[in-house]
């Protein structure tokens, strides 16, 4: 379960966005910083994995969230006897949750490092510009357990990029699910503000709903900073049965003090919302002196367990006390890449793109790195079964299926989890 501790730091600022792919501006990044860890000469065969994480920057604090999943799981390969019998090396470097600092710690980890796979980076904004970049040296493959912004799924011709955290596309559908379930049919989806990740993921909420056989209202967006009061005025004429906040609190802060103004708030219209608004923040942004207004709100995340996977990596990363945030999926990308490497015979990345999702698809089911490299040895095809997923369905380079937590906002303004039996798997 994500603690809320770890809600209010992420969730309300730049990592929840640029996972999401918000076009906020980070014109202002730090200059690249790279930490390096068990960094290996360069050698033909020899698998060399990099991570973009985030170790400064505005989530800096939960930077072992993703550096750890991928440690465990090069040790986890190295205590099996390595990748193709040699071992695997790690160059940890930081992306600084910005584009300028990602960029050009990108550059030193192909270009420098040599590294054959990168694992991250850890934002969307930052996959989008790294994804079709090409290198002085050679092409990489590039892993990411917490892309989840929806029109990375348009892949565009580049084969060497994989996720394996689900699209938001996804978390639409459940969001849609989750309002229509609840018996309301004439919902109002409103973007805040209108940008590169509001609109997109509006869009696809308007769409599941009206596959589900809601009729929902005109979707209602503003521009950035314009005061959303008359937008929203017009959006209640058509009388609403229930409300959609897709976006994150700063820009949908005003919104609700909009709807509030109106008689339309939280205690007066079932309220439903994006990960974005999962914050103990967003109720004193609302209103410092009344922060419970938001109480009420019920919305969807990326569940951090999902239920009905009972993998090793769970309880092996619960011993080293760290946040599970996009952890599982992290992990998987680096188990992934390794045993890719294994089916290929080869660290080349342009043979372990070509492998990568074969092994999701093989006829010997396993989960740990240790009983598929064996398979994989013994001349078997295999279907890895992660920590993150089962990955039962895969859209060539991302997951065909997400599994989402609902969340509700207390009477304290702090948004809690609903028990695991409550989560929501999409399709």
Not at 183 to 195: K, L
Not at 211 to 236: C, E, M, Y
């Amino acid at each position: 379960m994500v603690s809320p501790r770890l809600v209010s730091v992420l969730l309300v600022v730049t990592l929840a966005a640029a996972c999401s792919g918000s076009s906020r501006d980070d014109s202002t990044a730090p200059s690249s910083s790279t930490t390096t860890t068990t960094k290996p000469a360069r050698a033909d065969d020899v698998l060399t994995l990099g991570q973009l994480a985030p170790l400064t920057g505005p989530v800096e604090t939960i930077a072992d969230s993703f550096t750890t999943p991928v440690r465990l799981a090069v040790e986890e390969m190295n205590f099996s006897g390595g990748v193709n019998g040699k071992p695997v090396g790690l160059v940890v470097a930081d992306d600084g949750s910005a584009i300028e600092t990602g960029t050009a710690a990108f550059t030193k980890l192909v270009d420098t490092d040599h590294v054959d796979a990168v694992i991250g980076p850890s934002t969307s904004q930052l996959a989008v510009q790294l994804r079709d970049q090409s290198t002085n040296s050679h092409p990489v493959v590039i892993c990411s357990g917490s892309n989840s912004y929806g029109p990375l799924s348009e892949r565009n011709g580049d084969r060497y990029y994989f996720r394996t955290a689900p699209s938001d596309r996804l978390q639409a559908a459940a969001l849609a699910h989750l309002v229509v379930v609840q018996g309301h049919g004439r919902p109002m989806v409103i973007a805040a503000p209108r940008d590169t990740y509001t609109s997109p993921f509006g869009a696809e909420v308007m769409r599941e709903l009206r596959r589900l056989k809601a009729r929902p209202l005109p979707l209602v967006s503003f521009a950035p900073g314009q005061d959303p009061t008359r937008a929203i005025s017009r959006g209640l004429r058509g009388n609403p049965d229930s409300l959609v906040l897709i976006g994150f609190p700063d820009a949908v802060a005003p919104a609700l003090r909009a709807l509030i103004a109106a008689n339309h708030g939280p205690q007066q219209t079932p309220t439903y919302g994006s990960d974005g608004l999962q914050t103990g923040d967003l109720g004193a942004l609302v209103d410092p002196a009344n922060p419970w207004v938001v109480a009420g709100i019920i919305g969807t995340t990326p569940a951090g367990a999902p239920a009905g996977i009972d993998h090793p990596f769970n309880a092996q990363l619960a011993a080293t006390g760290t946040e599970p945030f996009f952890s599982a999926s992290t992990y998987d990308c680096a188990i992934l890449v390794g045993l890719a490497a294994i089916a290929a015979g080869s660290d080349d990345p342009r043979a372990i793109s070509r492998h990568f999702a074969r092994n999701l698809r093989g006829s010997v089911t396993c989960s740990t790195f240790f009983d598929c490299a064996t398979a994989l040895g013994r001349g078997r095809t295999i279907n890895y079964q992660g920590a993150a997923s089962d990955y039962r369905k895969w859209g060539g380079f991302e997951p065909g299926t997400g599994t989402y937590d609902v969340w509700r906002m207390g009477l304290d303004a702090r948004p809690v989890l609903d028990p695991p039996a409550n989560q929501i798997r999409v399709p």
